[in-house]
């Protein structure tokens, strides 16, 4: 049985190290989880891919996430799926034969053949010291389309402007060039009534030779300054207005209402000023259950069933949920063999460590005796139910209450405020009703191990 019990936990050991590795959205990490489903999200993604193949007239979509949901990750492969479906995209034919024979089957046959799409990924944060987004966006565009003829930024943004205009030149858009090389190149180029006309031509004729359709991935734009993340918004819904242009915002929205009231004021509502410039808003869903099942929260079987049922009940994302259970393993490290210790470790530490995450405020509270309502998490499942009555009241043979429930919450209660208990001058020892001892070294033990130090 330990034996069986030491593979399962190596097994999801790797897993959560394999997790780990899989956030970080490099291009390996990004293909070799799609090609395995190692988030289990392929099915949100494909879902995601298709709708997008089947637009046919100018979009513009928030897909909507908290930060740490893997918004960055997710978009980066509906790009890789897109580039793999068009032939004029350069990919290595063994990643575009790979991706081919994963979708086979999971999309539309009409969507594949008929909506074949050319993809760029802009990052917005690493463009925010840029002085005009607009002309950001033009250049990654340039880069992502002839990244051989543009092999760096130049500093000024005349320059940059002029690196954009002179690599899509075959398109002759030579009264942009001439703007955006003058002393004060925003000015003009914003005075031009063909900017507009100029700037549709141009994403027109590449989406004519790259694809069906142009579809342009904007990320971590909530993460912007507000000055750069407002004008962004403004001047592509100002100057781009193309039938065949779906652009796609990698945003949390919640804290992108903040980037607005910020900018203009707290008298303004963040969600209708949104509207404006978002036709669709689609939702990333948050962890699911068999993302949870491959954390590695440690060897606390119990533990582990309270740290599972957290991370759901708070809604946690992917980032918080690597991170609570590293800090849960950690916080295990070391023992006094206590039987109150071991209570603390399987119930009341999964709480706590959950609400230093996600809540600072309830952490507080429940780290100082004022969080007893809490404890009601405890009893919201019928399977820890049965696992608390056996550590805390004893086997369902032995009881005679009527309301064993009401007894279990009480005495959970109980050990609860026997540990933020400061009177152990005269007894260094708390015995509850159910003969649980909370002695002073176990409450010591406890305060040490939930700043993760080393209690002996």
Known sequence: MRCCLNRQNYRRKLRHDQLLEYI????????DCMLKDSLARNRILFSFCEEIMTMNEAVTIALDGGWGTGKSFFVKQAKMIFDALNPQVEIEENIRNSILNLIEGKLEPESITENVSYTVYYDAWDQDDSV???LSLLYAIAIETNSKTLLSMPPKIGEVAGKVIDSISTYEIFGILKSARSENPL????????????INWYLNELHIERGNRLNIIIDELDRCSPAFAIK???RIKHFVDHDNITFIFAVNIQGLEKTVRH?????IEGTRYLDRFFDLRMMLPITEDSQIAQLDFGTIHTGIMVCQHMVKRLGMSLRESLRYAKLYRMACRYDIYETACTLWKRYLLPIALAFEITDMDRYQRFMTGNGKADLNILLETDNLQRFLTNDFVGSQENQIDPNPAETLQSIIEEFYMAIFNNDFSRNHTYTLSNRIEVSLSCKQFIFKTIGLFNPF
């Open 263 to 267: 900018f203009y004021g707290t008298n």
């Open 187 to 198: 000015d003009v180029i914003e005075t031009q009534h063909k900017l507009k006309e100029n």
């Open 232 to 234: 962004l918004l403004e």
């Open 132 to 134: 005009d987004p607009l």
């Open 24 to 31: 970080k959205p490099t291009e390996n990490n990004i293909l």
